[in-house]
């Protein structure tokens, strides 16, 4: 498999109950990100991680929201208590470092993302 | 602060007729800009983008968009549409530099009818 994959593809959970959803980004690519794709909002930004710097979190809409990237590979977006309004596809895309170790010209590979649907 | 408007949320046209998908948007910094083209149940997929250089670009599909800075413009074309062209398409800038986030438009749905 050469692409992004998450999962689980769908995820139906209860109101208040946490859930995490897993992204495997294509090997090699150092950067990673997670947005968040809704009727309401469109499609926001979550959260980059690049290389080993800290991450970018100034999209995450909650403090009830959090994602960490072990070994620099594969990420994992939590979302505990949650809410209806948290209903959406999340979407995770990669990208290959470019000069000087920066991504910001090159491709973000999506993933074909989680629906979560909370109850 | 960076933002995509796409104008139209659903634009239909006629198998062969012209395609165009409009993106405004407005940054204090030098752009990158991207349209992305979503399927039924798939992820994005990137058509094309615009970093540097020659202001026309030209992405798959027969795709291609022109970088117009005096405008803000970044407008999406194709000369022909096809059945298989029905899809969802988002514009998305970025700045300039290592910070890496792309802000996306609403979206536009593409119809293409028969």
């Known amino acids: 498999g050469a692409g992004v994959s998450q999962s689980p593809s769908n995820k139906v959970t209860e109101k208040g109950k946490d859930v995490e959803l897993r992204c495997d980004p294509i090997?090699?690519?150092?950067?990673l990100y997670w947005y968040r794709q809704s009727l309401g909002q469109g499609l926001e930004f979550l959260i980059y991680f690049q290389g080993n710097s800290a991450p970018d979190k100034s999209g995450l809409p909650s403090d009830r929201f959090s994602a960490e990237r072990t070994g620099g590979s594969v990420s994992t977006l939590t979302i505990q208590r949650t809410q209806q309004e948290d209903s959406a596809v999340y979407l995770c895309?990669?990208?290959?470092?470019?000069?000087?170790?920066?991504?910001?010209?090159?491709?973000?590979?999506f993933g074909p993302g989680t629906r979560l649907t909370v109850l | 602060a960076q933002s995509v408007t796409q104008l139209g949320s659903h634009v239909s046209v006629s198998e062969g007729a012209l395609v165009l998908l409009r993106c405004n948007y407005s940054s204090s910094v030098p752009p990158y800009l991207f349209w992305y083209v979503q399927y039924p149940n798939q992820g994005l997929q990137l058509l094309l983008k615009y970093t540097t250089g020659a202001t026309l670009v030209k992405g798959i599909n027969g795709f291609e968009a022109e970088f117009k800075k005096s405008e803000t413009s970044f407008h999406l074309t194709k000369p022909s549409a096809h059945m298989s062209d029905a899809a969802e398409y988002f514009c998305?800038?970025?700045?300039?530099?290592?910070?890496?986030?792309?802000?996306f438009g609403q979206g536009t749905t593409l119809q293409v009818k028969p």
């Open positions: 895309a990669s990208s290959s470092p470019g000069l000087a170790g920066e991504s910001s010209y090159n491709e973000q590979f």
């Open positions: 090997s090699g690519h150092t950067a």
């Open positions: 998305a800038v970025r700045r300039s530099g290592n910070t890496g986030k792309l802000i």
